[in-house]
């Protein structure tokens, strides 16, 4: 009897919490989750003349992500313009988190290691970027590169150049502009793992003679490595999928997934082969998301 | 060894590098507001300080209606997705787990995992079709799709404060015979009452700084902050573009400062 009543409780809670849950849930179903599923269905549909879809099944769009057919003589090639796209998202993505990594985890570890009283100052110093307008930013980037920006006239003020060098509109603008914008990502994960490291625990390894260099890579990096991962994806992740930084700072030359995206719903009308895009954009970001789980549990697991 | 005194904190390389990247990230928004500041018409010969750029920007229809647009989409979906995700928070986190909280938890995150483009672009075929079924082009669009990538972020501060909660308060109203209710509005809401404005106020600057999503979904006519900005981007670099964008620079700071001062004054 009592068994019974236990259970019937229970399934009152859980059903007056999936209630209170609910408002949430159906926000997101219904915004979220089903126009995902539409897009699904709409990388398997034919293209129509002026944009949207032809409701005939095709397998072209996700043929397309990868392949060309020539319009003479139907042969078939792999899209250079797609590959070289999805490798530069790819690989800037990647040079943005390496980066953000090289200037962001000892800009954590010194932030980490101020007194307590300063350590809030410098943690301001990088929140104030964080929470300004990533169009702002952009700007801000664009505004010291650009062929009369600032730093054109320093080198040619210094007589180092002769003619202001071309740097918009170039993978390494799109880089600068990526790394600029993410760096905070990187500095806040990577800060909290460090503030969390006990020293006494470093100073203990080094009394029983452990060499500094040992030390940290024994003692330091396992227990702040989950903050380094946990930054690097919060890097990588928005990287690969950006659209605003690389439309301001690689105009239509140097595009990215999102923009690849963007222009199949817009000027190349093909609605299937953007949805098939967008498709797997969306599975690149699962699989590093995926990847990072794994990671951190294995990682809480073992410690 | 004498100077067998040992310092880890002091990794040697960390100090400068941590500057230069403090450096890196100021000196470009230092120029910009300078820039913002030029007396002359163009915006790369210097002509002296002054606020003309300011006050032309407050004087234009457009800049102002974009900013009246951005101020009620950031409030409205503000609102809705911090009291969805009080809600929902409650629903997590109570006392013992629930058959499918996993699943709550993945469906309440799933706005973070898929690219912004990716949910833009789902949103924009679904809402082309309503638009033009019903001819309705007012703001509910936006604030539909701000309120749904608001959620998770207003949803984290609240879950964690409630996560971190002391339940014993609430059982011991509950043995006093206090009703779920009454618990909950005098128990239970005073001490979550900080976690949800800090919820709001990070779903609030989530939504301000949208670009993506808003540049995809807004009807035509019908600007943003960021949307304004994106579109004047396109056609030339102007003091003023640098006037709108220092003075959102300036909210950025304020809120951030007058969070800091709020936490530091309750330690």
Known sequence: ?303 | MADRKFDIRRLPGAGPLAILCFVLLYIPMAVLVVNSLNAGEQVSVWEGVSLRWYAAALQNESFLNAATNSLILATTAGLIATACATLAALATTRTRDFRGEGTVNLILNQPLMVPEIVLAIALLIIFAQIKQATGYTGLTYLIVAHSTFCIPFAYMPIRARLQGMDLTLETAAADLYAGRFYTFRKVTLPLLAPAILAGFMLAFVVSLDNVVMSEFLKSPGQDTLPTYLLGHLRRNLTSEIYAISALLLLISVLIVASSWLLTRKRN
């Open chain 1, 1 to 303: 009897m009592a068994m019974r009543g236990e259970t019937h409780a229970r399934r009152a809670d859980a059903r007056r919490r999936w209630g209170l849950a609910l408002p949430a849930l159906a926000i997101i179903v219904l915004f979220s989750i089903l126009p995902l599923g539409v897009v699904a269905v709409y990388s398997f549909l034919t293209p129509g003349d002026y944009g949207n879809v032809k409701w005939i099944p095709s397998l072209q769009g996700w043929f397309q992500v990868l392949f060309e057919r020539d319009i003479f003589d139907d042969t078939v090639s792999l899209s250079g313009a797609h590959l070289t796209i999805l490798g530069r998202s790819v690989g800037l993505s990647l040079v943005t988190t390496l980066i953000t990594l090289v200037l962001g985890v000892p800009t954590a570890w010194f932030i980490a290691t101020r007194p307590l009283r300063q350590r809030a100052v410098w943690l301001l110093l990088i929140t104030i970027p964080f929470w300004t307008n990533l169009l702002v930013r952009t700007i801000a980037v664009q505004e010291m590169i650009r062929s009369d920006g600032l730093v054109n006239r320093l080198l040619i003020g210094l007589g180092l150049i002769e003619a202001p060098i071309q740097m918009m509109f170039t993978n390494f603008a799109v880089l600068l502009g990526m790394a600029y914008v993410f760096l905070p990502l990187m500095v806040l994960p990577v800060y909290a793992a460090i503030e969390r490291f006990d020293f006494g625990q470093a100073e203990a390894a080094y009394d029983l003679y452990a060499s500094r260099p040992y030390c940290f890579r024994r003692v330091v990096l396992p227990q702040v490595k989950s903050g380094i991962i946990a930054g690097s994806i919060l890097v990588f992740v928005p990287s690969l999928g950006a659209y605003v930084t690389p439309r301001i700072m690689g105009g239509g030359k140097t595009m990215m997934l999102g923009n690849l995206i963007e222009m199949q719903f817009g000027q190349g009308r093909n609605w299937p082969l953007g949805a098939a895009l967008s498709l797997t954009l969306t599975v690149l970001v699962l699989l590093a998301l995926v990847w990072y789980t794994r990671l951190t549990t294995r990682e809480s697991n073992n410690g």
